[in-house]
């Protein structure tokens, strides 16, 4: 009864403890090149926020170039793959003339049906 007891008092310390943590300020996750508030100088804040925002703009740029260039190859995938159906479904129709137009009906087997005209729903024995 004792352990018991420690158990609903450790379980009720566990829901509680999340609870208290509310108010503290969530961790953020910042640029890498954050500017210290507590700089004095500021010719050097100021520098260091022209670097940021250089930064910024520079690693835009590069997304920018990357994400052009994904879609150019995206692209070109795409009219490769048109061009590799439209030569294989004419090298299709030339073997298709080659054997024969009625090569394509001996691949389709006529379905079952009774003697009412009806298509029987148990597997045949």
């Known amino acids: 009864m004792k352990f018991m007891k420690i158990y609903i008092v450790n379980i009720c310390f566990l829901l509680i403890l999340p609870l208290s943590a509310e108010g503290k ?32 703009f520079e690693r835009q740029k590069i997304q920018d170039f990357y994400t052009k260039e994904i879609e150019r190859l995206k692209e070109e995938r795409r009219s490769e793959e048109k061009a590799l159906k439209k030569q294989f479904s004419e090298q299709r129709t030339i073997l298709l003339t080659k054997h024969g137009a009625d090569s394509k009906l001996d691949r389709l087997q006529p379905m079952q049906t009774n ?5 029987s729903i148990r597997k045949p024995k």
């Open 25 to 56: 300020r969530p961790v953020e996750k910042g640029h890498f090149l954050t500017v210290n508030p507590n700089i004095k100088n500021e010719d050097l804040k100021g520098e260091l926020e022209a670097l940021k925002l250089d930064f910024d």
């Open 115 to 119: 003697s009412s005209g009806k298509k």
